[in-house]
Structure formats: C-alpha cells, structure tokens
Nanobody, 127 residues
Framework: EMQLVDSGGGLVQPGGSLRLSCVASGFPFSVVAMSWVRQAPGKGLEWVSHINSGGSSTFYSDSVKGRFTISRDNAKNTLYLQMNSLKPEDTAVYAC????????????????????WGQGTQVTVSS
C-alpha cells in the first residue's frame, strides 16, 4: 500500500508564496501519476494540478494556471506544489493524490480516479 504524507501548509499574506510537499512510500513512486486536490471551507473537492509519472507533462486548473507549479523528484519520492501570488480564495486544505494508471485529461480531474491520498495540509491566505 502506498502512503502519502503532505506538508508545507501555513498562513500567508495575499501575494505570498508557499511550497507544498508530498512524500510517498510503500509503492514505486516513479510509476504513479499524481495530482494536487484542494477543499475550501464549505465546498467540495477541487482538482488543482496533475503531473504524469515521469514528470514530463503537467496540467493545471484555470484558477491556478500561471501561479502554481507542480513538479516531482522521483529519486526522492516527493511531489511538490509551488504556489505563488496566493489569493484569499486559495484558502483550503490541500492533499496529494496518486493513481497507478496514467490518466486522460478528463479523468485526471475526477477525484474518484485516485486510489491513494495524503492527509492534507491547511493553506490559509489572509492579511
């Protein structure tokens, strides 16, 4: 079984930056596709970004495109999300999610596509 541990959240002012990390264990990290998903207070899960197993292809939701960057270091079994120009509406619990299958552009946005999940890390953007 794969285990995912998220970290890096915190309180940041609007316009600030944070970098989230997700460390994987228990499964060959280099073969899984990964996403970041978030849940704002009182709202449902929202897909944020996706990266394929090799790290050569990345995808973003319109709400974060140009501000967030997803990356991975397969040698360190770690997924990252660099978040810049943060806005109050980015406030949410962020979690990484893993799929053992490579996903289409439609399927990667569906939370049911992911079998393994991190515990989540809180990001709060406020002045």
């Amino acid at each position: 079984e794969m285990q995912l541990v998220d970290s890096g959240g915190g309180l940041v002012q609007p316009g600030g930056s944070l970098r989230l990390s997700c460390v994987a264990s228990g499964f060959p990290f280099s073969v899984v596709a990964m996403s970041w998903v978030r849940q704002a207070p009182g709202k449902g899960l929202e897909w944020v970004s996706h990266i394929n197993s090799g790290g050569s292809s990345t995808f973003y939701s319109d709400s974060v495109k140009g501000r967030f960057t997803i990356s991975r270091d397969n040698a360190k079994n770690t997924l990252y999300l660099q978040m810049n120009s943060l806005k109050p509406e980015d406030t949410a619990v962020y979690a990484c999610a893993a799929s053992i299958f490579q996903l289409t552009s439609a399927r990667m946005k569906e939370t049911r596509s992911y079998k393994y999940w991190g515990q989540g890390t809180q990001v709060t953007v406020s002045s």
